[in-house]
């Protein structure tokens, strides 16, 4: 038997062609825009390793429950249930999750909620946490000062990224570094803030507000 080719082609009113690689490219971002998340999807990034096996509470349903490590990445559908358990989904398991253990990432933007879907994952600090629940790092800061806790959604690096020309004063940062923003922001859309003790301007179009634990 001949071995088939198969091509991807074009079909327009008035013309026939071969789909060239930059059309397939755009054909995907096109379809993965139109891919809706539904209304009641939260995303949930887990705070400590979970093995239900060894952990869970209710060993008879333990298998139903999902396991996870620290900075995974968890879609959550609907309200936790009388035990203190949502129902979500990560790594492509699904399973009962329980909420002691992981905390919500306060994101409505659909955009945003598919690159967090995408990345799968935030960045643990070395404590073992996908960020530091402890603000210890704004204790300095005056008390008539308005503080904010974000948390980064995209990796900056001023030297790549910046559309200042003085982009020293700026800060970079990586995807789930948590941000301590202190003040309004300016008119060129930049907080001045502290990451891990450094202090600088950071865009706040990189970044999500997070409520306070």
């Known amino acids: 038997m001949e071995p088939r080719l198969e091509l ?6 008035d013309e026939v062609r071969l789909a060239s690689p930059e059309d397939l490219r755009e054909w995907e971002l096109e379809t993965a825009s139109q891919v809706s998340i539904p209304c009641t999807l939260r995303l949930f990034v887990a705070l400590y390793p979970y093995n239900p096996a060894a952990m869970s509470p209710n ?3 333990a298998a139903e429950e999902l396991p996870f490590v620290p900075g995974q990445i968890i879609k959550v559908f609907g309200d936790k249930d009388s035990d203190g358990f949502y129902h979500g989904e990560s790594g492509g398991l699904s399973g009962y999750v329980p909420s002691n253990m992981v905390t919500e990432i306060p994101v409505d933007d659909e955009h945003m909620k598919r690159l967090l879907m995408q990345q799968g994952f935030l960045p643990v600090d070395n404590t073992g946490f996908p960020f530091s629940p402890d603000p ?3 204790s300095s800061i005056s008390d008539d000062v308005v503080v904010q806790r974000m948390i980064a959604l995209f990796d900056y690096d001023p030297w790549e990224s910046s559309p200042n020309v003085d982009s020293d004063t700026e800060l970079g940062f990586h995807s789930g570094d948590i941000i301590y923003v202190l003040g309004d922001m300016d008119q060129d859309g ?3 803030g502290d990451v891990h003790g ?5 865009p706040s179009n990189f970044l999500q507000p997070l409520p306070w634990d």
């Open 198 to 202: 450094r202090r600088g301007l950071v």
């Open 59 to 61: 060993h008879e349903t």
């Open 136 to 138: 210890s790092d704004v």
């Open 190 to 192: 930049f907080y001045y």
């Open 8 to 13: 991807d082609v074009l079909i327009y009113p």
